[in-house]
């Protein structure tokens, strides 16, 4: 990339709408970090983002990197898919828009949508069991996660309507059969927050079920029940206190996000 198309883009970032803006940077954020946490898949899965007081939400351009996704490298699209702006020239995923656009305009608590391919979140979408009580991190999800059939890969508009059904109307989640992992959140951090929650559950199942499912030892429902509930109080951070913390290891990274 060029020095003056650089100074083009910290130019036009300065002179974004406040709002647009900071929706951009905590987005490019959740990229470097699914590079960080290794829940990346080459360029083929998608994180969005809606701008607040507008119907326009913002994903990655189709080509490049998680590590190398900037603020003002995200693409700017309706919910009917026309692309507004994007200063790559790449263009976006259509299974991004596909899944992304639905949920968008389906769920207005969905501010933030995260949906990964990882290694061992894949591996729970193909488990007839599904995501088990084995782990507190688990049951941040486990009460409440959705699952939806696979359909191939999602390209198909006529999907949208059955990806809107199976996650339904509250669902923080929704695992993909055969496919992987979908998050939502009233904001960036919160849908990271639950990523991360069920990137993690997935990994200690994984990881537990290896020695035999004969062996493995699920809590007992009334302590899933209190933790589900601990988990859910109205007045918990919702993941600020550990956003922030995230954003200060990028800076210590020496990572250009913000750009």
């Given amino acids: 990339m060029s020095a003056a198309v650089d100074l083009q883009r910290v130019a036009s970032m300065a002179a974004m709408d406040p709002a647009e803006r900071e929706a951009r940077i905590d987005l490019a954020a959740a990229y470097r970090l699914a590079a960080h946490f290794k829940w990346t898949d080459l360029i083929y899965t998608h994180f969005s983002a809606k701008i607040p007081g507008t119907e326009h939400i913002l994903i990655n351009p189709f080509g490049l990197m998680f590590d190398e996704i900037t603020a003002s490298s995200l693409v700017k699209l309706t919910l009917d898919g026309e692309i507004l702006s994007d200063s790559t020239g790449l263009g976006i995923n259509r299974a991004g828009y596909v899944i992304h656009s639905c949920i968008h305009r389906a769920r207005p608590d969905a501010h933030a949508i995260m949906h990964t391919h990882s290694r061992a979140g894949v591996a729970v979408s193909a488990m007839k069991c599904g995501l088990l009580p084995l782990s507190q991190h688990a049951m941040r999800v486990q009460q409440r996660v959705t699952y939806h059939g696979y359909e191939g890969i999602a390209l198909e508009l006529d999907e949208q ?45 994984v990881d537990a079920m290896a020695g035999g499912i004969d062996n493995v030892v699920a809590m007992p429902a009334a302590a899933a029940d209190t933790a589900d509930a601990q988990f859910h109080d109205a007045t918990r951070t919702k993941g600020a206190r550990a956003w922030t913390s995230l954003l200060r290891m990028l800076d210590r990274l020496g990572s250009d996000f913000r750009d």
């Avoid at 059955?162 to 849908?191: F, K």
């Fill in 161 to 205: 309507e059955r990806l809107v059904r199976d996650l339904g109307p509250h669902a923080p989640a929704m695992i993909l059969r055969n496919h992987g992992l979908l998050a939502v959140g009233a904001s960036t951090h919160e849908a990271f927050e639950v990523m991360y929650y069920l990137e993690c559950a997935c990994q200690i199942q």
